[in-house]
């Protein structure tokens, strides 16, 4: 399902890393290379520079040979597989919740939902899981080298493909969020939106209400928009460190850190913005339409899973042992006599 291109990175020494290839992991089999996976392209027999008598660089290299047919995006076909199906799962969910079940139970038509709220929620809903989908195979991948003591054996194969497709996971997740947060700041300008403030104070005015302010509702928006921002900012960032001239300027061990640590903390925003913007809202039994949970209280499960395992990963002890491990050391516990290992 996802790309894999057999592509070997040199062993990167974690001490010195600038004298290695920038965006190559570590691994010597050629497994968990984290970065910028190659797409998955057969080797072609004679380039197009070749061809036209130029040695292999610029435009002549993406020209097309005769008789080859040049694939389209291989390596993101998994990754858009994955938001497809996340965004037509949340989609028939939140249209059933927001839509059918007030048109079945009270012939209360709210199909105008459909075009900005419903679709907005399936967009926030897709973009945490890509999200979180992006940072739960490293947590894997550490259980994994933990488990087994060592770096040197290669990842599952289905492990060892989700990681090389995070690129194209989070760049997915960033264009999710992107629209998510263009659609949650059209809703004041929409005319339904405008009808139900007329309706509001028009309700306020007959109640004899002279204020309509609810200070923990304000408090609440408040922070959970600014939590979108900065979620949103942060996953811009990584996006622009992508860029392979931006990626090149940077050494590995840079390029690394800020996709780790900013990613997980984008993360964390992410999960913090919905967990703002649920409040106590899940306590209302009104939230369980027809006996289905809320998508603010489903959507969070998978980001705090991957959350808590960070950071049980970045307890002293355990952090030690991993780090330890990726440097190349070997627990003696997990290894095989070298007699041994050599008749197998
Ligand atoms: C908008 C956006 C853009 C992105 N762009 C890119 C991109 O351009 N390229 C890209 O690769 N990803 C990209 N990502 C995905 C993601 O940010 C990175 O893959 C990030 O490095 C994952 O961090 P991590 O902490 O989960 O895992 P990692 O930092 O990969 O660590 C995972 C585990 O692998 C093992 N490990 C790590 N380093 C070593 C080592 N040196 N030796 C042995 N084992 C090791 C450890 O067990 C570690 O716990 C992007 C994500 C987003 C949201
Ligand atoms: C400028 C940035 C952002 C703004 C203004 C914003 C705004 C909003 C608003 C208004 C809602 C309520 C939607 C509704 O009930 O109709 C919401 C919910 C949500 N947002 Fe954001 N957001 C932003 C960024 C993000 C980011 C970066 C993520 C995650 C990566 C995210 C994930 C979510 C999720 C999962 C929900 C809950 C949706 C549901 O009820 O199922 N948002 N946001």
């Known amino acids: 399902m996802f790309p894999s291109d057999g592509q070997l990175g040199p062993q990167v020494a974690e001490e010195d890393p600038r004298m290695m290839e920038p965006r190559t992991e570590n691994e010597e089999d050629g497994h968990s290379v984290m970065i910028d996976p190659a797409p998955a392209v057969p080797p072609e027999p004679a380039g197009p520079a070749l061809l036209l008598g130029s040695p292999s660089c610029g435009l002549a290299d993406d020209l097309p040979i005769p008789g080859h047919r040049q694939e389209l995006f291989p390596a993101w076909r998994g990754p858009l597989r994955v938001a497809s199906g996340l965004s037509l799962g949340a989609f028939l969910y939140n249209f059933l919740r927001d839509v059918v079940q007030p048109f079945v139970s009270s012939r209360d038509n709210v199909f105008y939902k459909v075009p900005v709220l419903v679709t907005n929620k399936m967009l926030a809903d897709v973009a945490l899981t890509m999200l979180a989908l992006v940072y ?129 903390a984008s993360l964390l925003v992410g999960t913090a913005h919905v967990f703002v913007f649920t409040w106590n809202k899940w306590v209302h039994p009104s939230q369980f339409v027809w006996y289905t949970p809320p998508t603010f209280l489903l959507v969070v499960l998978l980001p705090l899973a991957v959350l808590v395992g960070k950071a049980i990963l970045a307890l002293p002890g355990i952090r030690w042992k991993v780090q330890r491990i990726r440097r190349g050391w070997e627990d003696p516990a997990h290894k095989l006599p070298e007699d041994m290992g050599s008749r197998l």
């Not at 739960?136 to 080298?145: E, H, S, T, W, Y």
């Not at 005015?205 to 509702?217: G, I, P, R």
């Not at 900065?230 to 690394?256: H, K, M, N, Q």
Request: glycine share 6%.
């Open 136 to 264: 739960l195979p490293g947590v894997l991948a550490a259980i994994c080298q933990l488990l087994r003591g060592t770096k040197y054996r290669p990842f599952p194969v289905w492990l060892d493909r989700w990681m090389r497709a995070r690129k194209q996971l989070g760049l997915l997740g960033f264009f999710f969020a992107g629209l998510h947060a263009l659609y949650s700041l059209s809703y004041p300008v929409r005319r339904s939106y405008r009808y139900k403030l007329l309706n509001w104070a028009y309700q306020q005015v007959q109640q004899k209400k002279e204020n309509a302010w609810v200070e923990h509702d304000v408090w609440r928006m408040e922070i959970y928009v600014s939590l979108g921002i900065l979620g949103l900012t942060l996953l811009a960032l990584l996006a622009v460190t992508s860029i392979p001239s931006v990626d090149d300027s940077l050494t590995w061990r840079e390029f690394r850190w800020i996709q780790s640590n900013l990613g997980t």
